[in-house]
């Protein structure tokens, strides 16, 4: 298995992956799969491989049919490097832990999307048992679910632009602040 980041090929190869097998539950794209792997590894509890590798495809109930085995073998190979990847910069090179966000272009601007990172973050949050969580870390964890949960979308559209790229900067140390005092505790 190789080590290190994805490169931009393979992330797109994973995108096309995950696109063609996925399903309205589903882990849709790279972004969201980064997420979903920057909790399980930052939450309280570990979570085993059998957990959380079927909720990527929405239940076991949606497992691919892999069209060749070497699709199954490098799938499965790059996301245990990019899951690697993301432990070694949380817990080696926090200073280059930035999430996979995406980005979306609209008349001539690009803009930052962060909203499938933090959905699949907080499917990472709903495997494993965060209620241990000190309270310390909820405001943390808020700065995620604000962009990670439909509930909060209302909310999110009453903000002016200042505030809503203030709350976009926000999530990469907050993810980080998870990490690493998740150990403290």
């Given at each position: 298995?190789?080590?290190?980041?994805?490169?931009?090929?393979?992330?797109?190869?994973?995108?096309?992956?995950?696109?063609?097998?996925?399903?309205?539950?589903?882990?849709?794209?790279?972004?969201?799969?980064?997420?979903?792997?920057?909790?399980?590894?930052?939450?309280?509890?570990?979570?085993?491989?059998?957990?959380?590798?079927?909720?990527?495809?929405?239940?076991?109930?949606?497992?691919?049919?892999?069209?060749?085995e070497e699709?199954?073998?490098?799938?499965?190979?790059?996301?245990?490097?990019?899951?690697?990847?993301?432990?070694?910069?949380?817990?080696?090179?926090?200073?280059?832990?930035?999430?996979?966000?995406g980005t979306?272009?609209?008349?001539?601007?690009?803009?930052?999307?962060?909203?499938?990172?933090?959905?699949?973050?907080?499917?990472?949050?709903?495997?494993?048992?965060?209620?241990?969580?000190?309270?310390?870390?909820?405001?943390?964890?808020?700065?995620?679910?604000?962009?990670?949960?439909?509930?909060?979308?209302?909310?999110?559209?009453?903000?002016?632009?200042?505030?809503?790229?203030?709350?976009?900067?926000?999530?990469?140390?907050?993810?980080?602040?998870?990490?690493?005092?998740?150990?403290?505790?």
């Amino acid at each position: 298995m190789q080590q290190g980041p994805l490169t931009e090929e393979e992330l797109e190869w994973l995108d096309d992956i995950l696109t063609k097998y996925g399903n309205d539950e589903s882990v849709l794209d790279a972004s969201e799969l980064d997420g979903l792997f920057t909790a399980i590894l930052s939450g309280p509890t570990l979570v085993e491989p059998q957990v959380w590798l079927p909720l990527i495809w929405g239940g076991e109930e949606h497992d691919p049919d892999w069209e060749t085995e070497e699709e199954f073998e490098r799938f499965m190979d790059l996301i245990a490097q990019h899951m690697n990847d993301i432990a070694d910069r949380l817990n080696e090179y926090p200073d280059q832990f930035e999430p996979l966000f995406g980005t979306r272009e609209v008349e001539g601007q690009e803009f930052t999307v962060v909203e499938e990172w933090c959905f699949g973050y907080m499917k990472g949050v709903a495997l494993g048992d965060w209620s241990r969580l000190h309270p310390s870390l909820h405001p943390a964890l808020q700065v995620i679910a604000l962009h990670g949960k439909e509930e909060h979308f209302a909310e999110l559209d009453t903000f002016s632009p200042d505030e809503y790229e203030q709350s976009i900067a926000a999530i990469r140390p907050a993810a980080l602040s998870l990490h690493q005092k998740r150990q403290l505790h």
